[in-house]
């Protein structure tokens, strides 16, 4: 294939294949460094915080929390729509970018990957407790029931959801092992002690790195790839569906799907964005994942940013044509009614910030990258909280307009979900390859 | 259902090891044209056109791949429908509750679809290419699945050319390492001195073959 010569190299700093073994095994094979005991320190810390939250609410009930008749949906369905939206940027960037030929998303596939696994189990814990007798979780699935021969209802969006995000983690997690394998196997033939011997030669399946195997491997990559496509985009899209086949207005738009897809690979990719730039950092990584990567990310952000916001004003304007009165309060509610603070918080993270990334300088500094990306993720949290909350606390009845405020209790789980999330992060930065080493092999000589 | 061909229990191997893809590419091709029969190639990393010099066909396991998706395409409207309209229709707002509800099945369908290629088509990848927890591994090299890229010749097979030659022609093609008859080790059941042992005591007959080098090259 021909590359042009502007083109950088994917990978700098002139590696050979041992290289990138060694670089990418060192985490694994050595001490935890103190950032790490730090930092997952932190994350345990705030995974306590999760478990003593949770136990509350099972042990009093969801009375502990603010949501009431008006807003039955508050802080836990924004966190669930936000962890699930955090959980898209890996499937599409290892899908996605893989049916279209682009080289760079092999240094960052698989912490990418491995966030949308642990978003998705933060994102989960949301309806399983919001539906108040958590231990009878399993309600929602197809089973047939003790109390007659009622079955699940098959029109309902929510039930849709079950069975989107269950196949949606379920196939994330076989192509993430799957990926894993070769490289579980590099660092089982490293290995030296009897235990990661033992376990890494468990992981590994055998693995021996066949022409034979590769070749199928690659057929199942490419088809795993070909079905996560589709399935990372019905995901949010029937996420979306939760909202807009109600008769809210607020969420009652046919805009819903393709704009909450857009913002989910908005999300996924600051969150992307916010852990490489720091993992690339503590780990010494900034020759696989180059400012070259940093800058492709932004350009996404900056194309799916600007989808969200002209969601933003498409959504205003066509509540504002559509001569339907309660639209149109629920529109100008937002923007100037109580929870307006929260409406431009979101308007200024989503749409105006990111739009710095016009500018190279911008797109090629990492420390300007990160605060951006923070402020995506903090955009994006408001973006759901604004679609939910302002939707519901003032509806059709002016005798039932409440206000929402969280109380202790909602906000200790979402920061305990953060806890989940990175505890199980830095898990995975001891113990697994962060970095796809058989997949970086093929593309030292490469440039972008 | 397993791949009986990429069996190495009880087999000896000639051996190359290159440490650049290329080589071992071109060293394949040149093989192939002498009429060597090669038994497989161990990379760490896939090798494009490897699989193709090598003769291999593309997999079947798209076939496979699909029949699953349909089992769960079917699977995922058989559920809906012997649910919610067989079994126990449930009439919201006096809708009618029969096959034109079609519509609403189709998100779990379409997810079921999904989750069964997915599923099915790796335990297809896993059984075919003889892959189970707890199995050893059989290597050849330990580096081949660092840096090191071997390409092996079973010495049970009839050979266009005499051993000797084989050799000399790895050689020749830039082999950093060349070996008559390695057998297959594991790492992650042997202990370390064992191992030692093992990928010590082969060294000799290969220096005394590669000596053969200078004269076939005339």
Known sequence: ?448 | MVDKSILLDNKKFTVGIFDDSDKLLHAVNTLKEKGVKIFDCYTPFPVHHLDHALGYHRTNLTIGAFLCGLLGCLSGFTLAYYMNVVDWPMIIGGKPQDITVFTSFIPVMFELTILFTAFGMVIMFFARSRMIHGIKEDLLSRRQTDDHMVLAIDNDQEQAMSKDDILSLLKKEGAIEVNNSKEAFNTSLTSEEELAKLLKSPKAPTKAKTSTKKTKKK
């Not at chain 1, 939250?53 to 039955?72: D, F, H, P, Q, Y």
């Not at chain 1, 109390?147 to 196939?171: H, K, Q, R």
């Not at chain 1, 696989?288 to 996404?300: D, G, Q």
């Open chain 1, 1 to 448: 294939m021909y590359t042009a010569d502007i083109r950088q190299p994917l990978v700098t700093g002139g590696k050979t294949y041992s290289d990138v073994t060694k670089d990418v095994c060192r985490p694994i094979e050595n001490k935890p460094t103190s950032s790490w005991w730090l930092g997952f320190s932190i994350a345990v810390i705030l995974l306590l915080v999760l478990a003593g939250t949770l136990a509350w609410t099972v042990w009093e009930g969801i009375g502990t929390w603010n949501v009431n008749k008006s807003v039955m949906w508050g802080w836990d369905i924004t966190n669930f729509v936000f962890w699930v939206g955090i959980g898209h940027a890996g499937t599409l960037i290892s899908a996605i970018l893989l049916l279209f030929r682009q080289k760079w998303r092999m240094a960052i596939n698989r912490s990418a990957e491995a966030m949308t696994i642990f978003a998705v189990f933060c994102a989960a814990i949301f309806p399983l407790f919001h539906m108040g007798r958590v231990w009878l979780g399993y309600w929602p699935l197809p089973l047939p029931n003790a109390f007659g021969s009622l079955w699940v209802n098959f029109n309902s969006p929510l039930l849709w959801d079950v069975f989107a995000i269950s196949t949606y983690l379920s196939v994330s997690l076989v192509f993430w092992y799957l990926g894993l394998i070769p490289d579980i196997a590099t660092v089982r033939d490293r290995a030296t002690l009897k235990a990661r011997k033992f376990w890494y030669g468990f992981f590994a399946m055998g693995w021996n790195g066949s022409a034979k195997s590769w070749g199928r491997y690659e057929v199942v990559a490419l088809i795993l790839a070909g079905i996560s496509t589709p399935l990372v985009l019905s995901v949010h899209t029937i996420v979306s569906m939760d909202f807009a086949t109600s008769v809210i207005p607020g969420w009652h738009t046919t805009i819903f799907p393709p704009y909450f897809v857009a913002g989910a690979i908005f999300s996924g990719f600051g969150m992307v964005l916010t852990l490489l730039l720091i993992a690339r950092h503590v780990m010494n990584y900034q020759d696989y994942i180059t400012t070259e990567h940093l800058e492709a990310m932004t350009k996404v952000i900056l194309l799916t940013g600007s989808i969200v916001g002209l969601a933003y004003i498409t959504e205003f304007v066509i509540a504002a044509y559509s001569g339907y009165e309660y639209e149109q309060y629920a529109f100008a509610n937002r923007m100037f009614g109580p929870y307006a603070w929260a409406y431009w918080t979101m308007m200024f993270c989503n749409l105006m910030a990111p739009q710095v990334f016009w500018s190279k300088w911008a797109r090629t500094t990492p420390w300007f990258i990160f605060i951006i990306s923070i402020i995506v993720n903090i955009g994006m949290w408001f973006e759901r909280f604004v679609i939910i909350v302002t939707s519901l606390h003032r509806d059709f009845l002016p005798s039932s307009w409440v206000m929402y405020h969280a109380t202790w209790v909602e906000v200790g789980i979402f920061l305990g979900t953060f806890g989940l999330f990175f505890t199980c992060f830095f898990m995975f930065a001891k113990f697994l390859p962060v970095i796809n080493m058989a997949e970086v092999k093929t593309i030292i000589k490469d440039k972008e």
